[in-house]
């Protein structure tokens, strides 16, 4: 580890470090290079490599596609039944992901972490990357699908990016969560699947939120991922589909909150990992 | 004081090690049930004191240590295992944060624990270097601007786009040091990395840290051999037990660390000795030496027939086969003059389920009158350290009558004996 600047360096117990939002910004480039490692690993070890961000998400797209829109029968806003469940499953893949990914990145960094110094921030940071890559990679399947459904997205489609955010933010917050509990709790290692398998039940992937009933929507919509989903739906679908705002802001006053919190508790026990990892 | 760059005062730290487990970390259930009987204690006594946990305990490893390091100081930290080394140089480098006192530091410092940190086995050469570069602090361009130069040093050329799982140990770590090496920080902390790799290596970082040191650059080096620490250092800090022992010279501190040394080994006995590592599984309990009628010695005599015994207390309840043992024997100078190891001549053995004797015949003892200290090793096969005591008895070895001649060899020159046969034609 390095540091540059002449200015004397204070080691204290139970000292924040003003220097820790500097060593950040110093440390950028590990970011990169920590994602970077693990997608090349991933592309060395298997076979099909890229593909699997594909295979994955599009089988379960039409899975759903099949029960939910043909046996079932639930409504699809006047768009065609894959795009409305592909317009959810991308952030609930990507949430998902980033979520098992950043909870085990501390412990799978172990060593890292005992030999070296560096905000450990970056460690489920680029966890989190690695799963936007997947992200941004599956998001092929859906160009694919509007085109051979010739489905053309309005101008809400400028509006992704902030969605993204939105998701990026309730992941890191939980993940910050997980990771650093994991280093502690070994059992949050059992956890993590649970919630995603939970969380895909009690979020609307595989159908649109307007068939909850209106008295539930509420309740509902403290799950944050039911607000990134509706957001993604309203700006990748367009037209008709429309948007509960209050439900909306109350989603997104909790992914703020769960982000907060995350870095909070991140940050208190941080200074831990090394002597209990 | 200007010239001051690492100021440390006063500084602790301490450790919760739990007995009952011997993972560091949790499990939740744990800290329910703990959390509901410390509640149930308080319940019943809201007064009393606060019952401390038995299957928690506290640890100092470090105490109260305080020691100043002015610019262009080569300073070689030595001390037993478990004297708390490694945690000064992880605290110094902020991998873990001191429980008590304060350190202030002037200057870029950079800390190579152990060599190869962040290393992926999948990886070539070339990617490792750009990732562990990154990790130790480095930027992209920094790397690309020392890349050859690196290369260069560690001598990999040829492999650099293969991936390093396939390359020889030695490689891997010249590698390792190398890109480590090109940090050029103004404080550098090392910590025993150099006990891999060949001489011609070692040699080659101990220049590079040579030259670390002439450039006006302060150096702290941990290590285990007090030849290299002497030769490195112009300043020993010496640690005991996490208290600072003492702050001298080099070749004083080494000095006295090896008188230590020889005390330790006669004064604990073996049973109490907590200066040892690896798993635990096994532990070596006792250490006697039997001459030939099977009566304990303490003085020994060149050239005779003893049995080397180690007691042992296997906690695993299970027969442990194809362990490997060794007993390795240090002369007065820090010199391992040889190791007896199971494995040189296919003896592993198999520790029974509880406890036993490992005994170890040595005829004619090849050894010259000194003071030798000796080290016991127990591993299972080389899966894993079972338990590592230095210094686990000393023992004087007296001239004998080895040769047959009376002669005692030259023991201020050599320490070791060999019958040889001398004619001319
Ligand atoms: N994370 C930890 N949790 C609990 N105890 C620890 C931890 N790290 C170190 N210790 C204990 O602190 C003491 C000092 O350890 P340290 O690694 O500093 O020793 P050292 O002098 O470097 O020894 P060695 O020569 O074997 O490397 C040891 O008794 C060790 O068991
Ligand atoms: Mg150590």
């Known amino acids: 580890?390095?540091?540059?600047?002449?200015?004397?360096?204070?080691?204290?117990?139970?000292?924040?470090?003003?220097?820790?939002?500097?060593?950040?910004?110093?440390?950028?480039?590990?970011?990169?290079?920590?994602?970077?490692?693990?997608?090349?690993?991933?592309?060395?070890?298997?076979?099909?490599?890229?593909?699997?961000?594909?295979?994955?998400?599009?089988?379960?797209?039409?899975?759903?596609?099949?029960?939910?829109?043909?046996?079932?029968?639930?409504?699809?806003?006047?768009?065609?039944?894959?795009?409305?469940?592909?317009?959810?499953?991308?952030?609930?893949?990507?949430?998902?992901?980033?979520?098992?990914?950043?909870?085990?990145?501390?412990?799978?960094?172990?060593?890292?972490?005992?030999?070296?110094?560096?905000?450990?921030?970056?460690?489920?940071?680029?966890?989190?990357?690695?799963?936007?890559?997947?992200?941004?990679?599956?998001?092929?399947?859906?160009?694919?699908?509007?085109?051979?459904?010739?489905?053309?997205?309005?101008?809400?489609?400028?509006?992704?990016?902030?969605?993204?955010?939105?998701?990026?933010?309730?992941?890191?917050?939980?993940?910050?969560?997980?990771?650093?509990?994991?280093?502690?709790?070994?059992?949050?290692?059992?956890?993590?699947?649970?919630?995603?398998?939970?969380?895909?039940?009690?979020?609307?992937?595989?159908?649109?939120?307007?068939?909850?009933?209106?008295?539930?929507?509420?309740?509902?919509?403290?799950?944050?991922?039911?607000?990134?989903?509706?957001?993604?739906?309203?700006?990748?679908?367009?037209?008709?589909?429309?948007?509960?705002?209050?439900?909306?802001?109350?989603?997104?006053?909790?992914?703020?909150?769960?982000?907060?919190?995350?870095?909070?508790?991140?940050?208190?026990?941080e200074r831990t990992f090394a002597d209990v990892i | 004081m200007s010239d001051t760059v690492i100021l440390v005062e006063n500084l602790g730290k301490k450790y919760v090690i739990g007995h009952q487990q011997r993972l560091p970390y949790n499990t939740m259930r744990e800290s329910m049930v703990r959390g509901a009987k410390s509640f149930g204690r308080n319940l019943l006594k809201p007064f009393g004191q606060k019952v401390p946990n038995p299957a928690y305990e506290e640890f100092w490893a470090l105490k109260d240590v305080s020691f100043e390091i002015k610019q262009g100081d080569r300073v070689g930290i030595i001390g037993r295992n478990g004297a708390g080394k490694s945690t000064v140089l992880k605290i110094l480098s902020r991998i873990t944060e001191p429980t008590t006192g304060r350190i202030s530091i002037k200057g870029r410092v950079a800390s190579l624990l152990e060599v190869g940190t962040g290393f992926h086995p999948e990886l070539t050469g070339r990617e490792n270097i750009y990732l562990n570069g990154a990790i130790l602090g480095m930027s992209r361009t920094e790397i690309k601007k020392k890349f050859d130069e690196i290369v260069a040093f560690a001598e990999v050329e040829k492999f650099l786009d293969t991936p390093v799982k396939r390359y020889s140990s030695g490689m891997y770590v010249r590698l390792a040091f190398a890109v480590a090496a090109h940090l050029e920080p103004e404080i550098l902390l090392v910590d025993e990395v150099l006990a891999v790799g060949d001489v011609g290596f070692q040699k080659k970082c101990i220049g590079k840290m040579e030259d670390v040191g002439r450039d006006g650059r302060t150096v702290l080096f941990v290590s285990h051999s007090m030849n290299t620490m002497t030769s490195l250092c112009n300043r020993g800090i010496l640690l005991e037990s996490g208290t600072l022992c003492s702050d001298t010279s080099a070749e004083e501190a080494s000095r006295i660390y090896l008188n230590k040394a020889f005390s330790v080994a006669r004064g604990t006995p073996l049973s109490q000795r907590r200066d040892r590592s690896g798993s635990g599984k096994v532990r070596a309990y006792s250490f006697r030496i039997l001459n030939e009628e099977g009566r304990e010695e303490v003085s020994l005599e060149s050239g005779k027939d003893y049995y080397f015994e180690i007691g042992y207390h296997n906690h695993t309840g299970i027969i442990i086969k194809d362990v490997v043992v060794s007993l390795d024997i240090y002369d007065e100078r820090d010199i391992i003059v040889f190791l007896l190891r199971t494995n040189f001549t296919n003896s592993n053995l198999e520790l029974k389920a509880d406890r036993g004797q490992i005994v170890c015949r040595i005829k004619n003892l090849p050894l010259t009158n000194g003071l030798y200290r000796f080290s016991i090793f127990i591993s299972d096969a080389d899966r894993e350290i079972l338990d590592y005591i230095e210094d686990a008895a000393s023992v004087s070895i007296e001239a004998g009558d080895f040769f047959g001649t009376g002669s005692p060899g030259l023991p201020s020159h050599c320490k070791i004996l060999a019958k040889a046969e001398w004619s001319t034609s």
Do not use: H
């Open chain 1, 1 to 269: 580890m390095t540091y540059e600047d002449k200015t004397e360096l204070i080691i204290e117990a139970g000292r924040t470090e003003k220097q820790y939002w500097k060593d950040l910004w110093r440390y950028r480039e590990l970011f990169y290079f920590l994602a970077w490692r693990d997608i090349v690993v991933r592309y060395k070890q298997t076979a099909i490599g890229i593909a699997w961000a594909l295979i994955r998400p599009f089988l379960t797209m039409v899975v759903f596609t099949v029960v939910f829109g043909k046996l079932a029968k639930l409504p699809s806003e006047g768009v065609p039944y894959p795009i409305l469940v592909f317009a959810a499953m991308l952030p609930w893949q990507f949430f998902a992901n980033a979520l098992s990914e950043c909870s085990n990145s501390l412990i799978g960094n172990a060593n890292l972490i005992s030999k070296v110094y560096f905000p450990r921030l970056i460690v489920p940071g680029s966890a989190v990357i690695v799963s936007f890559v997947d992200f941004l990679v599956s998001g092929i399947i859906l160009l694919a699908l509007m085109a051979w459904y010739n489905f053309v997205p309005d101008w809400r489609i400028i509006t992704l990016p902030l969605f993204i955010l939105i998701a990026f933010g309730a992941a890191m917050g939980a993940g910050l969560w997980l990771a650093a509990l994991n280093v502690k709790y070994r059992d949050f290692r059992y956890i993590v699947p649970f919630i995603v398998q939970f969380g895909l039940y009690i979020s609307p992937v595989g159908f649109s939120s307007s068939i909850v009933p209106e008295q539930w929507r509420m309740i509902y919509s403290l799950n944050p991922m039911v607000g990134v989903i509706d957001g993604f739906r309203w700006a990748i679908l367009g037209g008709k589909v429309e948007l509960d705002w209050p439900k909306f802001i109350l989603s997104l006053a909790l992914v703020a909150l769960l982000f907060a919190s995350g870095v909070w508790y991140f940050r208190k026990t």
